[in-house]
């Protein structure tokens, strides 16, 4: 059985105005161009408050990044208090969202993913000495990629909203 450890795991918050759909668009297509992963929508639930809605969306996806380890993104947004509002900008009346959002990540990376070293007792005592001693050095090298690409997903998500905000 594949052996998944999480490796970085955190949360940005923002309220204020933004397009959610572009963020969502934005977030979606950062994480298959820039990391490479393949992602599937997971949950998608929408509560009607008034004219405010509550709007939960799960991700999950990953890539191969050896035969032996893969990469494993799970990605949430909780919205609460979404409301369409205009704004005036530069002289013209646009239609965008106002809400609070959560955007929460998790990256985890999975070792022996294939289980080809679970065969028998022997294949894993062999699994345990590869890890510790062979290739201790490359478990770093990944476990500290997927914690970079994750953080970077989070910095490139708060400077969006940040930038979305000022306008």
Known sequence: ????????SSTIKSVGIFSFSEFYKFCYEWITEEIGLDLSETKYEEKLKGDEKEITVEWEGGKELTDYFRFDMKVRF?????KNVEITQGGKKIKTNKASIKLATK????RDYKGKFEMSAFNKFLRAIYEKWVIPS???????????????LLSQAKAYLDLEGKK
């Open 107 to 110: 990256g985890i990376i999975v």
């Open 1 to 8: 059985m594949a052996e998944k450890e999480t490796v970085f």
């Open 138 to 152: 490359r478990v770093d090298e990944y476990k500290g990629k997927i914690a970079g690409d994750c953080d970077e």
């Open 78 to 82: 909780d919205v609460k208090g979404l």
